[in-house]
């Protein structure tokens, strides 16, 4: 079955403090992966798309990249505006719909 | 418009009112998504719209869920005879991608429904 977990569900950081998110799939034939971020109360905001293992994405204090297993969003030296859910989707081989993890809320304390 | 719009931001419905979201996509998207998201949870696939037609309604979770887009843009997610499991934010998604072809979805900003 087609499956996405991400690790850990909360985390809180330093400000300044590097870290990384988690996102393992399974699914066969993986067609492409999306990171969005989530702010309270908002609709997911499109971060990255990776399609190939070894694809790397950065965009300011973000980078995420991709293996044939998993992908890692990581932050380097976050800011409290950081403060949000990230969440890994991919669409599953044939059919139409993205499959959502359940997110990793990150908290950055100044 | 410049995003994906949803009306009505939120929605208190009594148990057993029938309700209906709306969506207004990026105009030229082609696809059109309604997920379903718990609180704590990742969104969940309901629906999907290539243009007009359904192409996979595989999340509707019961026959009350019925969802429209009969002119290729605007989108309608009705819910009848309202129940309290229906207490959920519905996002509605568009994307330039055309069939099974991968492309980014962009997300509105939710309708918050609220069943008491």
């Known amino acids: 079955e087609d499956q996405v977990t991400q690790s850990p569900e909360a985390l809180r950081l330093q400000e300044g403090e590097s870290s990384s998110l988690n996102c393992s799939y399974t699914v066969s034939g993986l067609r492409g992966l999306f990171w969005y971020r989530q702010d309270p109360g908002k609709g997911p905001e499109f971060l990255f798309t990776l399609y190939s293992a070894g694809e790397e994405k950065e965009k300011e204090r973000l980078k995420a990249t991709l293996t044939k297993k998993e992908s890692f969003l990581h932050i380097t030296a976050p800011k409290p505006e950081d403060s949000a859910t990230y969440l890994c989707a991919v669409p599953p081989s044939g059919g139409y719909k993205y499959i959502f993890g359940t997110g990793t809320r990150l908290k950055v304390l100044a | 418009g410049a995003g994906v719009s949803q009306s009505p931001r939120y929605k208190v419905a009594k148990r057993g009112q029938d309700v209906a979201l709306r969506c207004d996509p990026i105009s030229g998207h082609v696809s059109l998504f309604w997920y379903q998201q718990a609180l704590g949870q990742g969104p969940e696939f309901l629906t999907y719209?290539?243009?007009?037609?359904?192409?996979?309604k595989s999340g509707l979770p019961s026959d009350r869920f019925f969802a429209e887009r009969p002119e290729g843009s605007v989108s309608t997610l009705k819910i009848q005879r309202t129940q309290q499991e229906d207490s959920a934010v519905y996002l509605c998604?568009?994307?330039?991608?055309?069939?099974?072809?991968?492309?980014?979805?962009?997300f509105g900003q939710g309708t918050r429904l609220t069943v008491v």
């Open positions: 719209f290539q243009n007009e037609a359904q192409l996979d």
């Open positions: 998604a568009s994307s330039l991608r055309s069939g099974t072809g991968v492309a980014e979805a962009f």
